[in-house]
């Protein structure tokens, strides 16, 4: 039975909190109603001393999760790209949230090593370093591989972290299930599908072949991106605990002093970056979701290298359309269009007003574009456009939660690099390029000869499964016939005529 073990774990968490402050800030968080908040503090009280002190120098929630270990920071850092969830107060603490653990020694990162690949290291490596980066789930070391004598990092797991993970998560989810139970106020915020979403995304990250998966995968999109890097995956030396790139060197995106004296162009970085993660999210719906200053270097030629790819964001593709419609609304300030989108989209219940919505959006985007050029900030738009469209009826969707948190991480970069950036000057050619190629005629033929060629791989089996969906139905089939088998090609073209002749009727 866990249940003894996941009181016990709560109550030291409960007692961690209360010791740093945190608990105000948590129970403020998640709008506890006052008979909660006298529980709850009331049976942590009296066991404060078994809570850990943390840093008092960070904030109350960063020094509680801190002192209480890896689980809980990566739970922060998560629920960080989770406003919606927490609230902001809460996720700006959690946003500066520091992934520094001390490491554990070499020779344990050494037979980790060897246990997973199946070759001791000294065979597969010529060089082996002390940890450079140590992190909550994993550490990473330079290495030199001895086969080729080229330079990698390799980035293992801690030994034991599963586990250590699986017992906090159990813990997570009895945390959950009592506050379903005792507060019912904060069923909205769907306690149970948050802490899914961190096994997820924890599950994900345990395993480093995912990892490097969508490393190769974040690479291949944008090898033709100038100016941007991604190091290539060591395959032969990668698995489950284990992930292998190329080594590169480079600057750290905060170190401006370093970069000036390096003689790159400050403006131009910032311009880029910001381009590249629209370009990323527009175009391939599949961006870096934790592109922060430590996770991006600056190379000896000006390219700009992302590392740590434990946390990726994808979105479809309508929804990449949708999200560019809304951007370029405002952009143009048309914001009746706008609002029209959200309607087609189904993000706004149908029963509301359109153009009380539109007047709504345009309260959101009128103050901003009024706003000196340094201070227009495309997340803060974002982030009012999502206020907005909550009181309208507008569900939560995550995936444009972590777009937006995202945004806020990368308008940091680009405006450190960069003070006086105007945002949308940089954003607008990315956004019109893309609505330019996704939505208007092109768009619209590339479209249908999809359908088309979707009609031509199934256009075959049509009459098979007509005949076994009435059967299913208990109506009498007909009797066969000898019927003229048509071409895939002829389907295929008559379904593009059939799609463009009701494209031309919705018209």
Known sequence: MRGPHNIIRLIRTGATLERTGA??????????????????RGIVWPFQWLGFRGDPAMPPATRALTALGPAYIKFGQILSTRPDVVGDVLAVQLRVLQDRLPPFPVAQAKAEVSRDLGFPVDTLFS???EPVAAASIAQVHRARVAETGEDVAVKVLRPGIERAFRKDIDAFYFAARAIELLSPAARRLRPMDVIAHF????????DLRLEASAAAEFAANTAGDAGFAVPPVKWALSGRRVMTLAWVEGLGAADVAQIDAAGH?????????????????????????????????????GQIIAYDFGIMGRIDAYTRRVY??????????????VAEVHFEAGYVPPDRDVDEFARALRAVGEPIFGMDASRISMARLLAYLFEVTERFGMETRTELILLQRTMVVVEGVARTLD????????????????????????????DLVQTARVLGRFGPRLPALAEAAL???SIPPVPPVRRKRWPPVV????????GAAAVWLLQ
Request: glycine share 8%; no cysteine.
């Open 324 to 337: 560019a419609e809304i951007l370029i609304g405002f952009i143009r300030k048309d914001y009746r269009r």
């Open 471 to 473: 059967v299913r139905l």
């Open 265 to 301: 162009d400050r403006p131009a970085l910032a311009t880029r970056v910001l381009q590249l993660f629209l370009s990323h999210a527009l175009r391939d719906g599949f961006f870096h979701g934790d592109m922060h200053q430590g996770n991006l270097k600056i190379g000896a030629d």
């Open 23 to 40: 608990m105000v800030v948590v129970l403020d968080a998640f709008a506890a109603p006052p008979l909660l908040r006298a529980v709850i």
């Open 419 to 446: 003070p006086h950036i105007n945002i949308w000057k940089v954003a607008r050619p990315v956004v019109e390029d893309y609505i330019k190629d996704q939505i208007g005629p092109k768009a619209l033929l590339r």
């Open 199 to 206: 096994d997820g995304v924890v599950t994900g990250e345990l």
């Open 491 to 498: 389907i295929a073209l008559l379904g593009a005529a059939a």
């Open 127 to 129: 060089a082996f370093s």
